[in-house]
């Protein structure tokens, strides 16, 4: 028997004995930098890290520091902190902490996810919401990340459950060619996919074979601000 049909025969034995083809391997633990702007203009660097958190959790944190422009002026910092498990290759949430700290302003956010109960809470300050939860669900947070490990997978188009302030809500995403992208940590030829069902912009590219998250990151809601990967190494 040649190499080919012997491969075919072993296949279809795992397949009449029920065994399936191991999952991709979800991330290692990383540390990634991106320059940020907004409106065109610098406005300060963005530390992303992903660490085990033990008892099969894990935190994925992203850290802006206001450096330039009216951010520095402001002393502004964002912090957003993701605690999650693996659900196969997607980051499915257990808690999302969101913290602006300003001269002028200070904002927070809290979401929490009771997985038995299938219930969110969401707390600003002014008192709980909650909504069910859903399966598989993702947040703003780790909404990039979940996104670049399908287009790891071979995923043209993707559709993910995201915890928002009142509602989970499923958001829409399609990948729309490739495209030459230079940002600081090289130049690549990279996936672009966009959403489709907001007229919010949202666009991202990736080189998904190299690395999780994004390369560049454009998204209107909140303002026009960009991200773009200066360095990742693996932890």
């Known amino acids: 028997m040649t190499i080919r049909p012997l491969l075919a025969s072993l296949l279809g034995l795992g397949l009449l004995l029920g065994v399936r083809a191991a999952p991709a391997a979800t991330p290692p633990a990383f540390t990634a930098v991106y320059n940020v702007s907004q409106g065109g203009q610098p406005m300060g660097q963005a530390t992303v890290s992903l660490r085990p958190a033990g ?16 951010a520095a002026l402001l002393g502004a910092n964002v912090s957003e902190s993701s605690r999650f498990r693996w659900k196969g290759d997607v980051p499915e949430a257990i808690s999302y902490d969101y913290r602006l700290q300003a001269a002028v302003k200070q904002k927070q956010r809290r979401l929490v996810v009771d997985w038995p109960q299938h219930r969110v809470t969401v707390d600003e300050g002014k008192g709980p919401q ?28 993707v559709a993910l459950p995201v915890a928002v302030r009142q509602e989970v809500q499923v958001q829409h995403f399609r990948v729309v060619g490739k495209e030459a992208v230079s940002v600081p940590a090289g130049h690549f030829d990279a996936e672009r996919i966009d959403r489709t069902d907001a007229d919010r912009g949202f666009s991202a ?31």
């Open 55 to 70: 008892n099969g959790e894990w935190i994925y944190r992203k850290d802006i520091k206001g450096t330039g422009g009216l």
């Open 130 to 157: 909650s909504y069910p939860a859903s399966p598989g669900m993702v947040e703003r947070n780790t909404l990039a990340l979940a996104l670049g490990l399908a287009l790891r997978d071979g995923k043209p188009q």
């Open 205 to 235: 590219w990736y080189a998904p074979e190299r690395f999780p998250l994004p390369l560049k990151l454009s998204q209107h809601d909140g303002g026009d601000m960009v991200m773009e990967l200066v360095s990742y190494r693996v932890d």
